[in-house]
Nanobody
């Protein structure tokens, strides 16, 4: 059964840090011939899903949304079939339900949600003092 399971969300004060994990099961992130880019997205009620970060199948390329550059880092461990989102200097505008999603690897990374074909259930991030 194909699954993406996010974890690591929670409550943190402004300026704090969280590390989100996305564990893939039922498929390999980097199997020969079938490789997947992984993206992190976030959504607050009433808003569209917003792309935050994406990493290539090898982990050698990444793409970050402008408002999280220099604060968030995306990485992956293909041995563990896991992708991480390290979030530092969290701001009051960062709270959302954070999702990871997969996309068959392409030459260019993308933060467009419609290009991703499988999604996890999300993990909630709350920033509050």
């Amino acid at each position: 059964q194909v699954q993406l399971v996010e974890s690591g969300g929670g409550l943190v004060q402004p300026g704090g840090s969280l590390r989100l994990s996305c564990v893939a099961s039922g498929f390999s992130l980097d199997h020969y011939g079938t490789r997947y880019d992984i993206g992190w997205f976030r959504q607050v009620p009433g808003n569209e899903r917003e792309g935050v970060a994406a990493v290539s199948s090898s982990g050698g390329r990444w793409l970050l949304a402008d408002d999280v550059k220099r604060r968030f880092i995306i990485s992956r461990d293909n041995v563990k079939n896991t992708v991480y989102l390290q979030m530092d200097s969290l701001k009051p505008e960062d709270p959302a339900l954070y999702y990871c999603a997969r996309r068959r690897s392409e030459y260019s990374l993308s933060l467009r949600a419609e290009l991703y074909d499988f999604w996890g259930q999300g993990t909630q991030v709350t920033v509050s003092s």
